[in-house]
Nanobody
Framework: QVRLVESGGGMVQAGASLRLACEAS???????MGWFRQAPGKEREFVAA??????????TDSDSVKGRFTISKDSAKTTMYLQMNTLKPEDTAIYYC?????????????????WGQGTQVTVSP
C-alpha cells in the first residue's frame, strides 16, 4: 500500500511561482511518481513524472507546461516536488500526485496504481 499526501497549492497571480510537494509512504520502491492535473470541466491530464531514483524525468509532450514546470525528488526519494514558474490562469486546476509502475509516454501515463487527494492551484489574471 502507498499513501500520497500533497501540499503547496494555493491562490496566486499570473506570473507567480508555486512549488507543490508530494510525500509518499509505504511500498514506493521502483515506482514512478508524478503529477496530473484536472481543470474544471476537463479531463485529468498528465503533467510530469520522475523515476524512483530521480535520474529520469518525464514531461507531457503537450506545450502546456513546457519550460515552466520542473519535477524533482529529495535525496531520500520519498518526497517529490513540482516547481511551477510563470503560472498562467490556464494552469488553474486540482493537482494530483500519482504513483505507477509503467513509464509515461507522450501525454499519457497509465495505469496509475495510487492517487493522492489533490491540491488546488488557482491562478488569477
Amino acid at each position: 500500500q502507498v499513501r500520497l499526501v500533497e501540499s503547496g497549492g494555493g491562490m496566486v497571480q499570473a506570473g507567480a511561482s508555486l512549488r507543490l510537494a508530494c510525500e509518499a509512504s509505504g511500498r514506493t520502491f521502483t515506482y514512478i511518481m508524478g503529477w496530473f492535473r484536472q481543470a474544471p470541466g476537463k479531463e485529468r491530464e498528465f503533467v510530469a513524472a520522475i523515476s524512483w531514483s530521480g535520474l529520469t524525468t518525464y514531461y507531457t509532450d503537450s506545450d502546456s507546461v513546457k519550460g515552466r514546470f520542473t519535477i524533482s525528488k529529495d535525496s531520500a526519494k520519498t518526497t517529490m516536488y513540482l516547481q511551477m514558474n510563470t503560472l498562467k490562469p490556464e494552469d488553474t486546476a486540482i493537482y494530483y500526485c500519482a504513483v505507477g509502475g509503467a513509464q509515461p509516454y507522450g501525454s499519457r501515463w497509465r495505469p496509475i496504481d495510487y492517487w493522492g487527494q489533490g491540491t488546488q492551484v488557482t491562478v488569477s489574471p
